[in-house]
């Protein structure tokens, strides 16, 4: 019984959840750049 063979679905699984957490850092880190922003430059 091979089990170094990965199943498709969860390739496509964790796929999903790459993109997922890309998106979610990107999400974040635009958040981050706003916050440090606003607080260096307070009188903008």
Do not use: E, M
């Not at 063979?5 to 850092?25: A, C, D, E, F, W």
């Amino acid at each position: 019984k091979p089990t170094s063979k990965p199943r498709p679905h969860q390739s496509v699984t964790s796929q999903g959840n790459l993109t997922s957490y890309t998106i979610r850092s990107l999400i974040h880190a635009g958040r981050l750049k706003d916050h440090l922003t606003a607080t260096t430059y307070p009188l903008r």
